[in-house]
């Protein structure tokens, strides 16, 4: 069975204090009764953070599996997807102090693609035999780049992973 859906994320950074919404779609695949594989793209399309934005759009691609068995029209299901997220350089000039390490905001001012793992749980739920509701709930591990003084202002000498927590909703057909 395959599916697509349209998805909206919710992305809640604890290394800047800040959520950030997004956009994408998923399209998914069950080879068998409790295993799917799924890829997922989405775009973060606002200035993050807010205040002192240091990037501009931010895409995120992740690439996995979830595991669950369905009961009647409910499939509660973990998932594990490793991928990627890419900050968008800086949507205006990004004033930055010259110290060794720099802050992570600066050291992505510029660009740069992270590697992210996203691990979470959720449930799905059947509407009809082709259409479905589902939502999410996960842990999306961040790694940023080292040396840097990080959103709590520790010096970090080597790359690091950060949490965020990551909810998102989604809605779908399959086929």
Same mark, same amino acid.
């Given at each position: 069975?395959?599916?697509?859906?349209?998805?909206?994320?919710?992305?809640?950074?604890?290394?800047?204090?800040?959520?950030?919404?997004?956009?994408?779609?998923?399209?998914?695949?069950?080879?068998?009764?409790?295993? @799917?594989?799924?890829? !997922?793209? *989405?775009?973060? =399309?606002?200035? /993050?953070? %807010?205040?002192?934005?240091?990037?501009? #759009?931010?895409?995120?691609?992740?690439?996995?599996?979830?595991?669950?068995?369905?009961?009647?029209?409910?499939?509660?299901?973990?998932?594990?997807?490793?991928?990627?997220?890419?900050?968008?350089?800086?949507?205006?000039?990004?004033?930055?102090?010259?110290?060794?390490?720099?802050?992570?905001?600066?050291?992505?001012?510029?660009?740069?693609?992270?590697?992210?793992?996203?691990? @979470?749980?959720?449930? !799905?739920? *059947?509407?009809? =035999?082709?259409? /479905?509701? %589902?939502?999410?709930?996960?842990?999306? #591990?961040?790694?940023?780049?080292?040396?840097?003084?990080?959103?709590?202002?520790?010096?970090?000498?080597?790359?690091?992973?950060?949490?965020?927590?990551?909810?998102?909703?989604?809605?779908?057909?399959?086929?």
């Amino acid at each position: 069975m395959t599916e697509l859906a349209l998805v909206v994320a919710i992305a809640l950074s604890g290394q800047f204090d800040a959520a950030d919404a997004g956009i994408g779609g998923r399209v998914g695949w069950h080879p068998g009764r409790f295993v @799917g594989l799924e890829a !997922e793209l *989405g775009v973060y =399309p606002r200035d /993050f953070p %807010r205040r002192q934005p240091f990037s501009g #759009a931010r895409v995120e691609g992740l690439f996995g599996m979830t595991v669950g068995v369905r009961s009647g029209r409910l499939r509660p299901f973990a998932r594990l997807r490793p991928g990627f997220v890419r900050v968008g350089e800086s949507p205006r000039p990004f004033a930055c102090i010259r110290i060794f390490p720099p802050p992570l905001a600066c050291e992505l001012a510029s660009g740069r693609t992270l590697l992210a793992l996203d691990a @979470g749980a959720g449930v !799905e739920i *059947g509407l009809t =035999p082709g259409t /479905f509701l %589902r939502f999410d709930v996960g842990d999306r #591990a961040v790694r940023y780049p080292g040396p840097v003084f990080d959103g709590e202002r520790v010096i970090r000498q080597h790359p690091f992973f950060s949490h965020e927590l990551r909810l998102a909703g989604s809605g779908g057909v399959r086929f």
